[in-house]
């Protein structure tokens, strides 16, 4: 993407404006301005302490702004309900991420497309009457890596398979824009590189707006950075050029500084 262009009108589709968070008297996130071009992968990062999950909690509605607000699609979603803002398109992962366990893979996913068919909560139908969606999940699968996993119980899957059906189950509800909380944390190695693929593939054609601690992941997925310093925003920008700002290499000194320049080899 050319970043050297000015947006059009309609561009972003996520806006955050004056974006503040106080508890008790501790502001945990001070006038934080935040916007998400479409088509893009967005990532918010920061250091331990830095307000990430309480900027991406009030992005997503699960905890209210004490100042500030927030723009989705071009509607005021400052004080809607996660559930409904959800059901706008602004589809969090752990949101429909409860993976129910012994059910198969491709049973996840039906789960995730009943609502298309206006039954998400019609549990007595007869389990065939699903079996119309069985192409969609398939496709969602095929998406993410996991059709010759389809039969397989969802309790069977390695940690990282089950990172990628959380995700195929989030891509069922046909978001507008995808946010992914921390995608990669608890990962080992392999399985670090299996989802930054997922990402990227599944980026292609969506909007994507992440936190992510490791910086390697971010640097190869992520066209913009947001970078948080106790609850302010201190740079923003392409990683190459952002992760250099001096702001940034001082916060991350004697914690991450490490991985930022290992992010750059």
Known sequence: MNHSQPPARGDFILEAHGLTKEFLGFVAVTQVDLKVRRGTVHALIGPNGAGKSTCFNLLTKFVQPTRGTITFDGEDITRMPPAQVARKGLVRSFQISAVFPHLSVLENVRVALQQSLGSSF?????????????????????????????????????YGRKRALEIATTLALDPKLLLLDEPTQGMGHEDVGMVTTLIQRVARSRTVLIVEHNMAVVSKIADTITVLQRGQVIAEGPYAEASRNPLVVEAYMGSETESLEVAHV
């Open 122 to 158: 019609q549990f007595w139908r007869r389990v065939s009457s699903l079996d119309r969606l069985n192409d969609r999940a398939m496709a969602f699968l095929d998406e993410v890596g996991l059709v010759d996993f389809a039969s397989l119980q969802a309790a069977e899957l390695p």
